[in-house]
């Protein structure tokens, strides 16, 4: 029963508490996602997206027909200031679809006649911020988890 007013004791469970809640928020909010276009496609669309997104690009056909894309995304080299286009030309029959992933990429084109889903999704940077934090907060809560029982175990010890 001593060891619950050691205040060490106490502080090392409160830390514990907001570390196991930071963990959790970590592990629910792992990315956040921006949908840039949803919708049907009957000429060209030009997208802006940002070169740290992870983008899925989804086509698909809900028409009769075939349906034709051309795709071009212009993806940045990483440490250089050069970009390459780089093209893609889908062909989907009545009622199918076709996913495409890309990554690095700061504007998208897209010709055709169908439709089109696009989404962008990335890690924020205050979540690096958090994991760094949990480390700290996890060695801070078993050092002080420690260090509070030593000393009761030495009080106890003492006293008897």
């Keep these: ?3 619950l007013f050691n205040k060490v004791v106490i502080t090392g469970y409160v830390l514990g508490l907001m570390t196991i809640l930071l963990a959790i928020y970590l592990i629910t909010h792992p990315y956040v996602s921006h949908l840039y276009y949803s919708g049907s496609i009957n000429g060209t669309l030009i997208v802006n997206t940002n070169p740290n997104d992870y983008l899925i ?5 809900t028409n009769c027909k075939r349906a034709s894309f051309n795709v071009t995304v212009i993806e940045r080299v990483p440490e250089t200031n050069v970009t390459v286009p780089q093209y893609y030309t889908i062909n989907l029959g009545p009622n199918e679809n076709r996913t495409m992933n890309f990554m690095l990429v700061s504007k998208l084109y897209a010709e055709g006649n169908g439709s089109v889903i696009l989404t962008g999704i990335r890690r924020p940077l205050i979540n690096y ?3 760094l934090l949990l480390i700290i907060m996890f060695v801070f ?11 009761s175990i030495k009080n106890i010890l003492g006293k008897a």
């Design 141 to 151: 809560t078993i050092a002080l988890l420690f260090i509070g029982y030593l000393k």
């Design 57 to 61: 690009l989804l086509l698909y056909n």
């Design 1 to 3: 029963m001593h060891i």
């Design 129 to 131: 911020l958090l994991t």
